[in-house]
């Protein structure tokens, strides 16, 4: 039973890591190299991640610079960051791209902390699912195996309390990247 248990916890965990990444995606204010990762260049007709294509630096505070391997897939990660949702514009120099962070508008940071508080709700029902699905698990194999009512019941209790641990670890990653987006 107790392998069961640790097999919904590492669920548990996956999901809080999932919104953890999708949080280092959400740009806030600063140049951070992270909202690139999912950005995905034609790299001779095959979609690799521009991490694989080029040099990514960040030399001020709001700016990214990325510098291609191959100068002849500047046009390509140009086009490939104006179809990403990041809101930010390319400039081509001829040897790199330049991606300038513009300083957020109030109401720019107040809809990204809604996205953010979206995301972790997304993540809270997920750990609710997981929840869901470890509390049958636990009856299954409780009658299955024959063990007491009251056992299964201190079982249902365990993955309460991990589900109760892991939503408050959600909300503290809310708390934490809200207030990462409204600082000034």
Same mark, same amino acid.
């Given at each position: ?26 740009? !806030?204010?600063?140049a951070n190299p992270h909202?690139?990762? %999912?950005? /995905? ?19 001020? !505070? ?17 086009? !490939? #960051? ?12 001829? %040897?790199? #791209? ?11 940071? /107040? ?15 997920? #750990? ?10 636990? %009856?299954?194999?409780? /009658? ?7 056992? #299964? ?14 939503? /408050? %670890?959600?909300?503290? !990653? ?11």
């Open positions: 039973m107790e392998e069961l248990l640790m097999t919904y916890e590492d669920k548990m965990e996956k999901s809080l890591d999932n919104l953890k990444e999708e949080y280092t995606t959400i740009r !806030a204010g600063r909202i690139l990762d %999912k950005v /995905k260049v034609d790299y001779y007709g095959t979609p690799t991640p521009l991490q694989q294509v080029g040099n990514i630096s960040v030399p001020e !505070a709001r700016m990214i610079c990325i510098q291609p391997w191959d100068a002849s897939l500047l046009k390509d990660i140009e086009r !490939a #960051i104006n179809a990403s949702d990041l809101g930010l514009t390319p400039t081509n120099d001829g %040897k790199l #791209i330049r991606l300038v962070f513009p300083e957020l508008t109030e109401d720019r940071r /107040k809809e990204l902390v809604k996205d953010v508080k979206k995301k972790g709700e997304n993540a809270k029902v997920a #750990i609710r699912n997981i929840r869901r699905d470890a509390i049958e698990a636990v %009856k299954k194999k409780g /009658k299955e195996d024959g063990i007491s009512e009251d056992e #299964i019941k201190g079982y249902q209790d365990d993955v309460q309390k991990s589900t109760d641990a892991y939503v /408050k %670890k959600i909300d503290d !990653a809310i708390d934490a990247k809200s207030q990462e987006i409204m600082t000034v």
